[in-house]
């Protein structure tokens, strides 16, 4: 492809150390075009605003802005973008079973009601509602929604958050599989501001069907027919808590410490899994999980296509003819080191040399916290194939130890095992040490650029690794 890096690469590699200076600042002519440590740092903070906004809306419409498991969705959703399309996975799954695997009749509206993650509200109290999900079509009626100018309004806000997500994701798929090694030190916050954004495309898509296609839903039946328990746990009240007549915290009955250890265990992991179903419901928690495993599988397929699928040996071609061209830097080094993909310090495309690595420790710490907690998730999924194949298959049950192990240690409900979902949280420090360390880099980078005594080969290879799309600032609003 004339103009790309690739090519002119290829194109200045016969020349000598003399004239590669010249040819390649030939080629690149728009490198002088770079990108801001504060530039770059304000609009990704500015579009994790809109995004995080964008959710908070979607969360109002589908009635979940009151209790505490909300506030915990929100934050998962600030750490892992994932967990939405999660959700709209689980839903989905949920409502396709029950329309076409248990024949139950629905509307149209009510299934893709539903899969948007609507709820009804009690036609006695407009203030408790139920999702969708969670209960029989029989026992809840549409209610058209007022079209006036709050409505437009809405919609019209949301179509401009839609151009602008859209244009931030055409803007990284131009970078990665079009321009392919420009821009290489923005990679692990551009890497960043793409999940956020796409979290955000998907709420403001949601957020329109529901205003557009989806209706309002009244509970005209409030019996417990066709309600599960377990799916209701993230409802607002409408269901009657582990504890019914006054908070959990007073109702508890304490455990009794005559009782044998074993039983103790019981009796202190039976209250602490109260409480925690009433705080952190089950669903949200399988909500978490799933959309973690979807961040692994994406950030970890992306990391394989560009460190073996796109440059072979690790580097970008052009740092290579970067580096035979200066006589004061190797530009190699800071190519990512290919030797073990599952180093965090590598799979977040971090250099070769570690000399360069202010938080390397921290980083293998987090890194190896954070897969034991994505191992419980695999192990305890495992389980659950096995267990649903041997009733299938055979009509049998696991042995009780088995099952045992699993609920002690790998369903994250008991005592001892929901510390390891807490270790899924050591990402947060795992990114924000990669995005300071890029950034530390950026910095010192940007201070040589502005110095008179540096080679012009040097000055290409910085401009390139801070090189600015010419698409950037007309694409971005924000």
Not at 66 to 76: N, P, Y
Request: charged fraction near 20%; aromatic fraction near 12%.
């Amino acid at each position: 492809m004339s103009g790309s890096l690739d090519y002119v690469s290829q194109f200045c590699a016969g020349h000598n150390s003399t004239e590669i200076s010249e040819c390649l600042s030939h080629g690149l002519r728009d490198s002088g075009n770079v990108r801001s440590v504060d530039e770059v740092w304000m609009r990704s903070f500015g579009i994790h605003i809109a995004a995080l906004a964008s959710f908070g809306h979607l969360m109002s419409l589908q009635g979940r802005t009151t209790s505490l498991s909300d506030l915990i969705l929100l934050f998962c959703y600030f750490e892992f973008p994932e967990v939405l399309l999660a959700q709209m996975l689980i839903r989905c799954f949920t409502m396709t079973v029950r329309r076409f695997w248990q024949h139950e009749e629905m509307s149209k509206r009510f299934f893709v009601a539903a899969c948007l993650g609507c709820s009804s509200t009690l036609s006695a109290d407009p203030k408790k509602d139920v999702p969708l999900t969670a209960i029989c079509s029989r026992q809840v009626r549409p209610v058209s929604r007022n079209f006036g100018i709050l409505l437009m309004g809405r919609i019209g806000l949301l179509l401009t958050f839609l151009v602008q997500y859209t244009a931030s994701v055409s803007l990284w798929i131009r970078l990665v599989f079009y321009l392919k090694d420009r821009s290489h030190w923005f990679w692990h916050i551009d890497m960043r501001t793409f999940e956020i954004v796409v979290g955000g495309l998907l709420a403001t898509m949601s957020s329109l069907l529901i205003l557009v296609v989806s209706d309002e839903w009244v509970m005209v039946n409030t019996s417990s027919e066709g309600i599960s328990l377990e799916r209701t746990e993230t409802s607002q009240d409408a269901l009657r808590p582990p504890y019914p007549n006054d908070p959990p915290e007073i109702q508890i009955i304490m455990p009794d410490l005559s009782y044998t250890l074993s039983e103790k265990m019981k009796r202190w992991n039976g209250w602490f899994s109260d409480c925690l179903a009433f705080y952190i419901p089950h669903s949200l928690q399988n909500e978490l999980e799933l959309g973690i495993v979807l961040q692994r599988v994406f950030a970890h397929g992306l990391a394989v296509y560009t460190l073996h699928h796109r440059f072979p040996d690790g580097c970008p071609p052009i740092l290579h003819s970067l580096s035979s061209a200066s006589s004061t830097f190797d530009w190699t080094e800071i190519c990512p080191d290919r030797a073990n993909i599952w180093d965090p310090s590598n799979f977040t495309h971090h250099p070769r040399s570690r000399n360069y690595l202010r938080y390397m420790r921290g980083l293998e710490i987090c890194g190896l916290l954070f897969t034991i907690g994505v191992a419980r998730i695999l192990a305890h999924w495992v389980f659950g194939i096995v267990s649903i194949a041997c009733r299938g298959v055979m009509g049998k049950t696991l042995p009780s130890k088995l099952r045992f192990w699993d609920r002690w240690f790998l369903s994250g409900r008991t005592m001892i095992s929901f510390p390891l979902v807490l270790l899924l949280f050591s990402c947060s420090p795992l990114w924000i040490m990669s995005m300071l360390e890029q950034r530390g880099w950026v910095a010192h980078a940007q201070s040589v650029l502005q110095r008179q005594d540096i080679p012009e080969i040097d000055r290409i290879a910085v401009s390139i690794l801070m090189w600015k799309d010419p698409w950037y600032d007309r694409f971005y609003v924000i």
